[in-house]
């Protein structure tokens, strides 16, 4: 089991900044891969961003390349979201999940391929 407890979500003005955490606790020892996805009001869930188990291979959405940047800190267990420019449409619960592709593929934006899930938590950005 893994646990995810997400962190920094809140509530900010259009063109400012956000940094949320995501901190893994318990059967981490294995080659993952983190992700961060998204879910508005009314929409479905989408991919945001993810990050290689070394950190080499980052991963974004297009809608937020350039805006969004994705980290962690494997001492840690921690994988970070740092937020710029942050716009209306970027209102939404932000949830990391991690996905264990040890021997196998990292399918970064697949959220059926993440096997746990933090709780959430609220972005939202004013005009």
């Known amino acids: 089991q893994v646990q995810l407890v997400e962190s920094g979500g809140g509530l900010v003005q259009g063109g400012g900044s956000l940094r949320l955490s995501c901190a893994a606790s318990?059967?981490?020892?294995?080659?993952?891969?983190m992700g961060w996805f998204r879910q508005a009001l009314g929409k479905e869930r989408e991919f945001v961003a993810a990050i290689s188990w070394s950190g080499g291979m980052r991963y974004y959405a297009d809608s937020v390349k350039g805006r969004f940047t994705i980290s962690r800190d494997n001492t840690k267990n921690t994988v970070y979201l740092q937020m710029d420019s942050l716009k209306p449409e970027d209102t939404a619960v932000y949830y990391c999940?991690?996905?264990?592709?040890?021997?196998?593929?990292?399918?970064?934006?697949?959220?059926?391929?993440?096997?746990?899930w933090g709780q959430g938590t609220q972005v939202t950005v004013s005009s």
């Open positions: 318990g059967r981490t020892f294995s080659t993952y891969g």
């Open positions: 999940a991690f996905q264990d592709y040890s021997g196998t593929s990292y399918y970064p934006d697949r959220a059926y391929e993440y096997n746990y």
